[in-house]
């Protein structure tokens, strides 16, 4: 294979750990006949903030059938924070390879030095291991994304930088290219599904293909993955339950392949208990061996739900119920805090607010082939717009999260991928949302979509979003006008950014824009090419009675633009 030997590296690498020295550790006896839990390598004994810290694990005087269920036998570590906070990170059976190792996986957010101890229980028995300590330096990395402290509205690192999601959707057929593609155009979000349809890491099977028991080989391959786009600086939405899994009579019906199908009809996914007992399990293995790394951004519960029986069967309520259930779960048992989301089909009437109240991350997908109404009948171009802002306005308006598009495009948008008014529609959709108060770009599907000169598009927008603090900053739509232009823009008291494209013109230029809502003063406002991601101009004016007007220079050559105001 083509990318074999990249990926074989990084296998490798995961694997790289160096026996525990005896005077990291203190000396402790254990009873011959309890349980016995030790440690015997860690990957390093000093790690950088939010860099991984691991330890290898030999458990003696246990017996247990099935090494991926807690009540059978119970691994876990509580970690002591320079701080004197304690944290529990539950352990897991790693078999990737034939590795045949328990490990506990941490990762630090704060510096200094960290105390830890490990215990086992089986069959009523508890062990312990001697305590440990390692030390967490600093480090460039920012952390893990959750809501903004400050402006809800956005996604922040642990560290409080801000972070605005650019990407696409990637589900399957996965290749090194395709993550080199992401990392050379400065895209940051990486979405994938739990599915079977090939690629690096999904022709490898489910990862519960095993009632209780769970796939060596792609979590493996996933933890490959995530070391990829950690060194990428990529936070990966991964699907747990895309609907194919929860759907035998709907679209795309792979209920046979989900091995709940041995335990209940598919109606009652979502409210069998034994199935719950089961799903938590898996949730509590996917939080021990993934949810550490920096890279791991989003927990997507479920991928359309109306494309599920249980949804098109009319059992709603427990869809509901099953989505706050598991936001709780996760909430309660991920120690970073990964925020949650759940979405719906790309049409216009899914736009569901009794889902959005119960989850992290409010997500609709945009497809407006399946009933999104053209504003303007005679200018579908136009109108393929105002839906992006329109749809992003309107998550800015009612909820105080950081919203998504999670889906958008594909070949149910207005215009036809072979139709070069898709990709200038690409382009126009991704800057009237950023310019609307979405928390990420519109979730492309799927990566074979977009075209080089997309990926451009979308790496412009990355250069202009980088240095806005978007997280820290109480942005918010500003009154705007331009004659024969749309234009929309978010500012504070005296920054703002926007964007305008002319709907009665070929050009832009020459054309006055008014916004209001900034302290009066001097401003000096950049103009940016969003076609070329260069800054193109730069003017100072003054700010009168709460109102700034400006103008583009004649020679400017395209039908929109982005300005930041300063």
């Not at 409210?271 to 509590?284: A, I």
């Not at 709780?328 to 991920?334: G, K």
């Not at 070069?420 to 959709?429: G, K, L, R, S, W």
Request: glycine letters at 6%; proline letters at 5%; hydrophobic letters at 35%.
């Amino acid at each position: 294979m083509k990318h074999s030997r990249p990926f074989l590296a990084i296998a490798i690498l995961l694997f790289m750990v160096q026996p525990v020295r005896p005077e990291q550790l203190q000396s402790f006896s254990v009873p011959s006949d309890m349980p016995s839990v030790r440690i015997t390598a860690t990957n390093s004994n000093e790690v950088g903030k939010y860099e991984k810290f691991e330890a290898h694990i030999e458990l003696e005087n246990v017996q247990y059938e099935n090494p991926y269920d807690p009540t059978d036998i119970d691994l876990y570590a509580e970690f002591t924070t320079p701080s004197g906070k304690k944290i529990r990170i539950n352990g897991f059976y790693d078999n990737y390879m034939d590795a045949d190792q328990w490990k506990v996986r941490f990762s630090p957010g704060d510096t200094g030095t960290y105390k830890y101890q490990l215990f086992v229980e089986d069959d009523g028995k508890k062990g312990k291991s001697a305590p440990g300590t390692f030390k967490a330096a600093e480090s460039e990395h920012h952390g893990w994304i959750s809501p903004s402290n400050v402006n809800k509205r956005y996604f922040a690192h642990d560290d409080g930088t801000t972070y605005y999601g650019v990407g696409v959707y990637s589900p399957w057929r996965n290749t090194m290219e395709r993550f080199e593609t992401f990392s050379e155009h400065g895209a940051n979000l990486f979405a994938i599904w739990d599915i079977t349809y090939g690629g690096f890491v999904n022709g490898t099977g489910l990862i519960e293909e095993e009632l209780g028991r769970y796939n060596q080989l792609k979590l493996g391959r996933i933890d490959s993955m995530l070391t990829i786009f950690e060194e990428k600086n990529i936070r990966m939405m991964y699907a747990i339950w895309p609907h194919d899994l929860f759907s035998k009579t709907v679209w795309a019906a792979q209920w046979k392949q989900n091995p709940y199908n041995q335990l209940i009809d598919v109606d009652d996914v979502y409210s069998d208990s034994l199935v719950w007992e089961y799903q938590k399990k898996k949730y509590r293995y996917m939080i021990a061996r993934f949810s550490h790394s920096r890279s791991w951004g989003i927990w997507e519960l479920i991928n359309e739900m109306n494309g599920t029986d249980g949804w098109a069967h009319g059992r709603h309520q427990e869809c509901y119920d099953w989505v706050e259930k598991c936001e709780r779960y996760f909430e309660e048992n991920d120690p970073y805090n990964h925020p949650v989301t759940a979405s719906f089909s790309g049409g216009f009437n899914e736009y569901r607010e009794e889902l959005y109240y119960r989850i992290d991350i409010p997500n609709i997908h945009v497809y407006p082939a399946q009933g999104w109404k053209k504003k303007y009948p005679s200018d579908t171009m136009r109108s393929a717009v105002y839906n992006y802002a329109w749809a992003s306005r309107r998550f800015r308006d009612n909820f105080e999260k950081p919203a998504i598009f999670g889906e958008a495009g594909a070949g149910l948008a207005y215009f036809k991928p072979e139709d070069p008014n898709y990709h200038i529609a690409y382009h126009h959709q991704i800057w009237a949302s950023l310019t609307n108060g979405l928390a990420a770009t519109p979730v492309w599907w799927d990566y074979p979509v977009l075209t080089e000169g997309d990926w451009d598009q979308l790496q412009n927008l990355a250069v202009f979003v980088e240095e806005m603090d978007l997280a820290n900053l109480q942005y918010q739509p500003l009154d705007a006008k331009a004659d024969g232009a749309d234009i929309y823009v978010m500012g504070t008291k005296n920054d703002a950014f926007g964007w305008a494209r002319s709907y009665d013109r070929e050009v832009i230029g020459t054309t006055l824009f008014t916004i209001e809502g900034l302290d009066n003063g001097k401003y000096t406002v950049s103009i940016y090419d969003p076609w070329t991601g260069e800054y193109c101009e730069k003017s100072t004016t003054k700010c009168r009675d709460g109102k700034i007007s400006f103008d583009i220079q004649e020679t400017y050559d395209k039908q929109d633009i982005a300005f930041k105001i300063r």
